[in-house]
């Protein structure tokens, strides 16, 4: 799984398995999280997010899991697809006293994911 | 609906030249920000507008201004271009901080 600091893992995988992409994050004091795809020559685009009052958040084919014990996320892709082939990252915003977010957001160095079909 | 529209796409520059990156949103977001994105590497917090009116710095802000220009656009500004400069540059908004950042397609910036 990636970390921040940590080099870009890569993930393989035939058509039609399930994927599991980890990402490890440092500050406790992080209340949401947020998956991106980026597919080369393209920015990031949004998959799915996840507030830290939740351990689990499911979208289409895609869920998110959040482990703030251990300070673990990962996103599961289900029946993966060719198309799903990119680069996957995790982002983490720090939360401000009085609730205050200015949604600056710390990013992990991704992880390559191919599809084979 | 264009998004987030970034210009230019590609600009190669000789050190100590300016130049200008020009970000615009159409919806209506509150909060921009400016990446910068390095071979195998996450993206890095340059600056940011939570709201028309406000800049603060990032992560990485050396070298790099930024204007909020109105709610729409958000430019950044390198004053005397360095190759360690040399990355491709995203610029994101949202309608406010906790939620989900929508990205450009980015401007590749080489120096020479």
């Known amino acids: 799984g990636e970390s921040v600091g940590l080099h870009l893992p890569t993930l393989s995988v035939q058509e039609g398995d399930n994927s599991i992409i980890n990402c490890a994050y440092s500050?406790?004091?992080?209340?949401?999280f947020i998956w991106y795809k980026q597919e080369s020559g393209k920015g990031p685009q949004f998959i799915i997010d996840i507030r830290s009052n939740m351990d689990k958040r499911q979208g289409q084919r895609v869920t998110v899991l959040l482990n703030k014990t251990v300070k673990h996320l990962s996103l599961q892709i289900a029946a993966t697809q060719p198309g799903d082939s990119a680069v996957y990252f995790c982002a983490e915003n720090i939360g401000h006293a009085g609730g205050t977010s200015y949604g600056k957001l710390t990013f992990g160095q991704g992880t390559i994911l191919t599809v084979h079909p | 609906n264009a998004g987030v529209t970034q210009t230019p796409k590609f600009q190669v520059l000789k050190t100590g030249q300016s130049m200008t990156l020009q970000c615009a949103q159409d919806?209506?977001?509150?909060?921009m920000y400016w990446y910068r994105q390095d071979p195998g590497m996450g993206l890095r917090l340059i600056y940011y507008?939570?709201?028309?009116?406000?800049?603060d710095k990032g992560e990485v802000p050396n070298g790099y201004n930024v204007s909020r220009l109105n709610k729409r656009e958000f430019s950044l500004r390198l004053e005397s271009a360095a190759p360690s400069q040399t990355s491709v540059y995203f610029c994101a908004s949202t309608v406010r901080g906790g939620e989900p950042q929508h990205f450009g397609d980015g401007t590749r910036l080489s120096i020479l």
């Open positions: 919806m209506n977001h509150n909060s």
């Open positions: 500050n406790s004091a992080s209340d949401y």
């Open positions: 507008s939570a709201s028309e009116g406000t800049t």
